[in-house]
């Protein structure tokens, strides 16, 4: 019974790169959200989607950030041209119903910007 | 704006001294209060789900309990196993239709020394 999986668990990239982190729910999960770690700051969410529908992207920056969760396949996180700030943690969690139910994590995707 | 605020920021406790974690709360309209888990370089994991002023849950070692302002995890007989920190996150109605992201404390870091 896989919980959430995200890939890669750490992922370098030179400043004006583009970084796609990948999250495959938990089976029977259809809603994703995706959340950022900062040294020393809580967690802060980003952005949550159902399949092919984005519901909320208020905590996703204006430029560089999107994000996508198709019919198939799994949930895609794309920053472009990355800058030393993008460095964090990013977390991505599902659940099933949305509403009253809780979020179950993955381990994260550690990306580091040079 | 919906707030969380943990205290204290680190606590070291002796193996067996029990304690309580503190997580206060403004929000406008509370659909629930969730705590979790979290290890170093790993996901947060889910504990508990609060949903009213005066309930209670338990787990091995520790109780949450929920006011109308503040949430509390009592950790009885602490082990050096509960070493982790431990962050609170509040669900509430948004203004983005459907949305029920949670909105998290940046948590406090429990040690249990043997």
């Known amino acids: 019974n896989a919980g959430v999986m995200q890939n890669p668990r750490h992922l370098v990239r030179r400043r004006g790169q583009e970084a796609r982190l990948r999250c495959s729910p938990m089976k029977g999960h259809s809603h994703v959200y995706w959340y950022r770690q900062l040294p020393e700051e809580g967690l802060k969410f980003m952005v949550y989607l159902q399949k092919e529908n984005i519901i909320d992207e208020s905590g996703m920056p204006k430029e560089r950030f999107s994000a996508e969760f198709p019919k198939e396949g799994p949930s895609i996180l794309r920053i472009q041209q990355v800058v030393r700030g993008d460095s964090a943690a990013y977390f991505c969690?599902?659940?099933?119903?949305?509403?009253?139910?809780?979020?179950?994590f993955g381990n994260g995707t550690r990306l580091t910007v040079t | 704006e919906d707030q969380v605020t943990q205290s204290p920021e680190a606590l070291r406790l002796q193996e067996g001294e029990s304690s309580s974690l503190n997580c206060s709360y403004t929000?406008?309209?509370?659909?629930?209060l969730f705590w979790y888990r979290q290890d170093p370089g790993k996901g947060p994991e889910f504990l508990f789900t609060l949903y009213s002023a005066g309930e209670e849950k338990e787990k091995e070692r520790l109780k949450a309990t929920l006011t109308k302002k503040e949430s509390f995890l009592h950790i009885t007989a602490p082990k050096p196993e509960d070493s982790a920190t431990y962050l609170c996150a509040v669900q509430a109605p948004s203004l983005q239709g459907g949305s029920e992201k949670l909105v998290f404390g940046k948590g406090t870091k429990l040690t249990v020394n043997p």
């Open positions: 929000v406008s309209g509370l659909r629930g």
């Open positions: 969690a599902s659940s099933s119903t949305g509403r009253d139910s809780p979020l179950h």
